[in-house]
């Protein structure tokens, strides 16, 4: 079994900044991508930021220039660093992960258990 746990999240101003974790521990062999989507009230969840083991990210257009991904192979571990937050920016965090398991040749998708981010005017 895989467990991805997130830490971070909050309430801040507008403007202000905040730092989301997620560290992934289980039967893992490799984590080939690891991410952080969203979803706020009444709309579909949303990627976020992805990162590959390589290193390689991507941002979703709304977010690029504000927010970093990063990742520790070593740790099984992602932290999103968000700064110059927009109310729009309030939702329900998930940390993602792609994670090949010991014994296993193929990856399966995991999921945290989500942290509330709020961004006040």
């Known amino acids: 079994q895989v467990q991805l746990v997130e830490s971070g999240g909050g309430l801040v101003q507008a403007g202000g900044s905040l730092r989301l974790s997620c560290t992934a521990s289980g039967n893992i062999l490799r984590i080939p991508v690891m991410g952080w989507y969203r979803q706020a009230p009444g709309k579909k969840r949303e990627s976020v930021a992805t990162?590959?083991?390589?290193?390689?990210?991507n941002y979703a257009d709304s977010v690029k220039g504000r927010f970093t991904i990063s990742r520790d192979n070593a740790e099984n571990t992602v932290v999103l660093q968000m700064n110059s937050l927009k109310p729009e920016d309030t939702a329900v965090y998930y940390c993602?992960?792609?994670?090949?398991?010991?014994?296993?040749?193929?990856?399966?998708?995991?999921w945290g258990q989500g942290t509330q981010v709020t961004v006040s005017s």
């Open positions: 990162i590959t083991s390589g290193g390689n990210s």
């Open positions: 993602n992960a792609d994670v090949v398991r010991v014994g296993n040749g193929y990856s399966d998708k995991y």
